[in-house]
């Protein structure tokens, strides 16, 4: 019978700084798969469908798009005004986000968040204006309201209750 010797750090054809990492990673993984832990899924193998439902991300029902700009006197007016009223649907699901028109580099920027966001016709529609909040079904792209610096906090509240299906 032959044996085999396992290399020594002197004969191993890695360097030590390499083979130590690779040697403590090689048994983290084997100790984890005989302990059954890499195995351990979602739950998905056993049908648990409540656990799928805990680990689905939520989904906003309304995305808020604040046109706004630095000098626009209407900006000024309107930005505050949601604020105290966004917080009464904290626990709701609404996300508003702000296109900043201020200058090219700002409108730039909010540019490539709409096309990220996939709002780049809505964003290009409306970039030569400022001042307002448009309501978007973000699944739809259908436009749930439109807010405005006319709008007392109460009259913003209900557009945003009507959006959201309340």
């Not at 000024?76 to 649907?89: G, T």
């Amino acid at each position: 019978m032959r044996t085999t010797t396992l290399p020594t750090p002197q004969h191993c054809p890695l360097p030590t700084a390499v083979a130590r990492p690779l040697l403590i990673a090689l048994m983290a993984m084997a100790l984890l798969s005989a302990t059954g832990f890499a195995q351990q899924g979602s739950g998905a193998q056993d049908g648990d469908d409540t656990r799928k439902s805990e680990l689905k991300e939520p989904v906003p029902k309304v995305l808020g798009i604040l046109f706004y700009a630095d000098w626009c006197a209407s900006c000024k007016v309107l930005e505050p005004n949601p604020e105290p009223v966004m917080k009464r649907f904290d626990d709701q699901p609404i996300v508003v986000t702000r296109f900043d028109m201020t200058d090219d580099t700002t409108k730039y920027k909010s540019r490539l968040l709409a096309n990220l966001l996939g709002f780049g016709d809505e964003f290009q529609e409306n970039e030569r204006k400022t001042g307002f909040m448009l309501l978007i079904d973000p699944k739809t792209k259908q436009l749930l309201g439109r807010l405005t610096k006319t709008h007392s906090e109460e009259e913003l509240a209900r557009e945003i209750e009507r959006s959201l299906g309340r």
